[in-house]
C-alpha cells in the first residue's frame, strides 16, 4: 500500500540500504527486493512522520541506539522462530545424544546457537538435554544463545512466551520447565524455568563480522538454523570454514532446511537432511 505523500523508493536510495545492510550485517539484498523492502519499510516511514527512504536512511544511520537498525533488519529479513522447530533434527539428536555423551570423557558439552532470535531454539537445546541426560547434574553444559539484535535477544534473556509461542511444547515439558503466570493485561505467559535457563549465555554477536578468534575448537554442536539464507554464497562459505574452526572433532552442525552446505565438502560431511558433521 502507497503512504500518502510518500514518494518510491529510487533504485540509489535503495543501493543505498544494499550496501549498507552488506557491509554492516552481511545480508545480501537482491535487487528484485526493492518493491518488499519498500512495503515493509513505508510503515517506519509513516510512523516517524519521513517522506522519503533518503531521509529514513539518514535517520537511522545517525540512531545511535541500535533501534533503527533492528527496524531494518526486521524489514528485509524475519525474527520467526519456534520450540523444537525441524522435528527431525531432534529425532535425530535423540538417536545420537549417547553416542555423543559417550565420547564427552570430560563431561563438558558446549553448545552454540548461533542466531537464536527470541530464544526458543536455546531453550529447546536446554530443555532436550536436561529431559535426556540422567546423570545431568555431573556434566558442565553450556549453550551460547547469540544473534546479532539485542532486542530479540533481550525477549530471549527475558524468557516469557505466550500461549501462542508454546505450540510444538509437549504438556508434561510445559509442566516441568515452565511457569504460568498472569501478565499485566490478565493472559497467561509461561517463564522459563531457573534450571533451564543457568545453562545458557547470551551474548550479540554479528555472524559476519564478528571475530571466532575466542571460540577456537570450542563446540560440540552449533545450530545456525534460517540465518545463512540471507547471506551470499561467499559469506555462507566463509563462515561455514569459522564453524569448521570452531567445532571439536567430529562436532555437528545443524542448518535450516532450505539450507545447505554445497562449497565447504572438505570440511563437513551430510550425516541426515540439513545435518552436518566436522571431517
Ligand atoms: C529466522 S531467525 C532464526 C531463528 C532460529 N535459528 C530458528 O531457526 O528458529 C533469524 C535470526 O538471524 C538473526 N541474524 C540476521 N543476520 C545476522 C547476523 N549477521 N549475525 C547474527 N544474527 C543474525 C536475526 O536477528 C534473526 O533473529
Do not use: A, C, P
Given at each position: 500500500m502507497p503512504v500518502a505523500g510518500l514518494r518510491d523508493i529510487s533504485k540509489d536510495e535503495f543501493k543505498l540500504f544494499q550496501d549498507y545492510v552488506y557491509k554492516n550485517v552481511g545480508i545480501s539484498l537482491a535487487d528484485h527486493k526493492i518493491t518488499l523492502v519498500q512495503g515493509r519499510l513505508a510503515k517506519r516511514l509513516r510512523a516517524l512522520g519521513l517522506n522519503s527512504y533518503r531521509e529514513y536512511y539518514d535517520y537511522m544511520i545517525a540512531d545511535r541506539s541500535g533501534e533503527e537498525e533492528y527496524q531494518l533488519i526486521s524489514a528485509i529479513s524475519t525474527n520467526v522462530t519456534q520450540f523444537f522447530r525441524e522435528s527431525a533434527q531432534w529425532d535425530f539428536l535423540n538417536e545420537e545424544l549417547p553416542n555423543i555423551l559417550a565420547r564427552k570423557t570430560d563431561k563438558k558439552l558446549r553448545i552454540w546457537s548461533a542466531a537464536c532470535s527470541s530464544g526458543e531454539e536455546p531453550y529447546s537445546i536446554a530443555i532436550f538435554l536436561h529431559s535426556h541426560i540422567?546423570?545431568?547434574?555431573?556434566w558442565d553444559i553450556n549453550i551460547l544463545a547469540s544473534d546479532i539484535s539485542k532486542r530479540v535477544l533481550a525477549k530471549a534473556q527475558n524468557g516469557v512466551y505466550e500461549e501462542k509461542d508454546?505450540?510444538?511444547?509437549p504438556r508434561a515439558l510445559i509442566a516441568q520447565y515452565f511457569t504460568a503466570r498472569k501478565d499485566a493485561a490478565g493472559e497467561t505467559v509461561y517463564h522459563i524455568t531457573d534450571p533451564v535457563k543457568r545453562l545458557i549465555t547470551f551474548r550479540m554477536f554479528n555472524?559476519?563480522?564478528?571475530?571466532?578468534?575466542?571460540?577456537?575448537?570450542?563446540?560440540?554442536i552449533i545450530f545456525c538454523r534460517n540465518?545463512?539464507?540471507?547471506?551470499d554464497a561467499q559469506t555462507q562459505q566463509r563462515l561455514i570454514s569459522s564453524y569448521h574452526k570452531v567445532l571439536s572433532n567430529r562436532g555437528l552442525l545443524f542448518v535450516g532446511?532450505?539450507?545447505?552446505?554445497?562449497?565447504?565438502k572438505e570440511e563437513f560431511k551430510l550425516v541426515k537432511p540439513s545435518i552436518y558433521q566436522k571431517i
Open positions: 540422567r546423570d545431568f547434574s555431573q508454546m505450540q510444538g511444547v555472524l559476519v563480522y564478528d571475530s571466532f578468534h575466542s571460540f577456537y575448537s570450542h563446540f560440540d540465518v545463512m539464507i540471507y547471506f532446511h532450505s539450507e545447505s552446505l554445497t562449497r565447504n
